[in-house]
């Protein structure tokens, strides 16, 4: 019980002790909003990049694709592991250019990434048809014109014309000219646009910034998108109209995604009942292997198919964010590795300080473990408490850390988190309670290895020696 009393009365008494506890408060704090950020941001890619990608893929290594999806998904429901399946898709994935106007000015064709979709299968499979901005898209997703985009185009485009490519007539010994959609006048197809690539994000933007966003296109306007024939790679093109915008929050693939109708991209580039990859939502991710290794049976590499989950297409981003982190961690570490140099300095002046106490201890029968016990728990309760006012701190500033930015960007005039570089309106963070756990559990641990040194030096004093040292 003594021991538990002079422990303590030393954390009351000595204010040197104050500076080991703020440091070992500030080093978990630090290392807890770290973390609870960078698993904030982690969690939300792989959250958005699972969606996009859906469990498991089928992919086609020919340029033309597989014939009859539809065949090919009945034999996998019909396959043993076909229980294991909650829903499949096929798409059609290609390069294209996109030539749009802004404000009635040409802009250059710019590079984008068409994906033929079925709508409602798309949104069966997962991570689709909530980031469409329409709200009646997010609940019945489709191609056609609704509500605003609808009377803005019947208002832009009374009458849709032909599109009409003026093109020089062929020399002789040239290559004929591109495939061209008959001439006639058609409503045109429905897309659903990456949002970055309709809209930009403004410069010198603030937490309190309303219009954020600065709009190329909208709902309505007609685009011209060109793309190559699946099987004699010759230049094909059409004229569509923006039904929707996708938003996923993600700067990557808002910026560069365009999905259009699967019927739609099978006639243009001539793939008729065909497709370049099949989407697989699992019921359990769990059976992901077990289901991938049995796919790649049915659908060998040897025969032109390659099949992966989600995790294995992007495998090297996902490795590189978990090192970055590990790294970040270590060296983050160094902050209580340095509150724990504090400790053994401070502990090795109480040593010399309490000599003569020490001395009188073991005058009076304590022995070397019981004094090695006082120098320890002093040490293990030091960490106990910055351990717990660091946690108390950390999670406060990781729930507040949004208002927290706002403030100081008040306070300063500038950003901290610029929202033209993330897209996301707020800072994510996911508070890990294993994470937490284990930055205490470190914390203490160094409080108390970096007190064994000065406790040993205590525990090893002679009393007579102790005593005649004053």
Known sequence: MYKLLLCWRYLLTRYLALVCIVSVMLGVATLIVVNSV?????????????GLLSD???????????????????????SPIGARIQAMTPAIEILGLIKMDYRGTPMPPRAVHLIGIDPKGRTEVGGFAEYLADPDNKSDPSFALRGKAKNWHEFRYPSSPPMQLKLDPPKP?????????PMEE??????????????????????????KDEEVLAAGDEVVLFTVSGQKMTPVYDRVVVADFFKSEMSEYD????????????????????ASCLQIKLKNYDDAKEVVKALRMMFPIEAGYQVDTWEDKQGPLLAAISIERGLLNVLLFLIIGVAGFGILAIFSMIVIEKTRDIGILKALGASNIGVLKIFLGYGLLLGLVGATLGTALGVGITVYINGIE??????TGQQIFDRSIYYFNEIPTHIQASSVGLVNA??????????VVPALRAALLHPVRALRYE
């Open 442 to 451: 470190g914390a203490v641990l160094i409080a108390v290895l970096f007190s």
């Open 173 to 181: 010994g040239d290559p004929p000219l591109p495939w061209q959609p």
């Open 38 to 50: 960078m698993s904030g941001f982690s969690t939300k890619l792989r959250e958005r990049l699972h």
């Open 255 to 274: 910026s560069n995604y365009v999905f259009v109708p699967l019927d739609w991209m099978q006639r243009l580039r001539s793939m008729e009942n065909r």
């Open 56 to 78: 498991v893929v089928i992919e086609s290594m020919d340029q033309s694709g597989f014939a009859d999806p539809q065949e090919k998904m009945q034999r996998i429901w019909n």
């Open 406 to 411: 706002h403030l100081l960007a008040q306070i």
């Open 186 to 211: 058609k409503v045109p197809a429905g897309i659903f646009l990456g949002y970055s690539i309709g809209h930009y994000r403004k410069k010198d933007l603030t937490p309190d910034s309303v219009n």
